[in-house]
């Protein structure tokens, strides 16, 4: 049905014990809450980090996740960390205005279709298990079912602003329509 919206998604934290042996970790609960609703479209932070090399040791980049999660997180952590975002969008609906991120994001959908939109409006429908590298540039996802919530997994990442030939610095940007 339409209005059946998918089930909260699993994230399975696997930690080292003190010899060095793999466990999954009780840190936090597997099944990974909404954040956020943005036109119907759900998002879910399922893991963030600061920084890159990511610090692992005494469980630092568990601790400043279970920080995130009790924060407003914004879509990208400055400083060169990652974010990883489940979103949901519902039938016939936008996930969000043309816009810019200046994010380089790599996004798989992995259940439904996503309607793929750039600001020259070539389109592409994007399907199960395909990917999109977003290079911090103007789009716009819209789930094109009538019927089927469509589901992505997006890794985010800051990156430096896109200059163009002409020199210039392309920001963030979100359309008001």
Known sequence: MANDRLPNPNRYIIENDADGNS????ALPAPVEVRSEI???LQRLSYQTEQSPVSLSGNNDLERYKTA????SSLVTPGGGA???????PPNAESSPMHRTVTFDIVIVV???????LSNDETRVIKPGDMV??????????NPSKTQWA??????????????????ALGAYFSSN
């Open 151 to 168: 589901r992505m997994v997006a890794i985010v990442s800051e990156c430096q602003p896109y200059v163009t030939e002409k020199g210039e």
């Open 69 to 72: 999660l009790q924060t407003q």
């Open 23 to 26: 466990f999954f970790s009780t």
């Open 83 to 89: 974010n990883v975002w489940y979103n949901d969008i």
């Open 111 to 117: 259940t439904g279709e996503v309607e793929l939109t």
């Open 133 to 142: 590298i977003q290079r911090s540039t103007l789009h716009k996802w819209r």
């Open 39 to 41: 036109g119907g479209a």
